[in-house]
């Protein structure tokens, strides 16, 4: 079992940054993939970003490409998503997520889930 809680969360004017954590318990982090997803109000949660369990498998959606990157320290149990260049429409509350075996883009596979972070972004 892994629990996931995700910080970092706040307003933020556009064009500034943030970095999301996701700090996990649990012995098996090291062997879990995890997501970033967003849900926006009145949308569908939506897939952000992804990395392996060893890092050397990561994916991006197209609209937050070259603005966003994932990264993890298995050593602290922790994924972060460095979110830089932020517009009016990444305003959405973010999860983190985990699985095991292979990193995904697909919601739906992902068995572990935090409760979520704000991040609001003014224009």
């Known amino acids: 079992q892994v629990q996931l809680v995700e910080s970092g969360g706040g307003l933020v004017q556009a064009g500034g940054s943030l970095r999301l954590s996701c700090a996990a318990s649990?012995?098996?982090?090291?062997?879990?993939?995890i997501g970033w997803f967003r849900q926006a109000p009145g949308k569908e949660r939506e897939f952000v970003a992804a990395i392996s369990w060893s890092g050397g498998t990561i994916y991006y959606a197209d609209s937050v490409k070259d603005r966003f990157t994932i990264s993890r320290d298995n050593a602290k149990n922790t994924v972060y998503l460095q979110m830089n260049s932020l517009k009016p429409e990444d305003r959405a509350v973010y999860y983190c997520?985990?699985?095991?075996?292979?990193?995904?883009?697909?919601?739906?596979?992902?068995?572990?889930w935090g409760q979520g972070t704000q991040v609001t972004v003014s224009s």
């Open positions: 997520a985990g699985k095991r075996n292979d990193a995904s883009l697909i919601a739906a596979s992902y068995d572990y």
């Open positions: 649990g012995r098996t982090f090291s062997s879990v993939a």
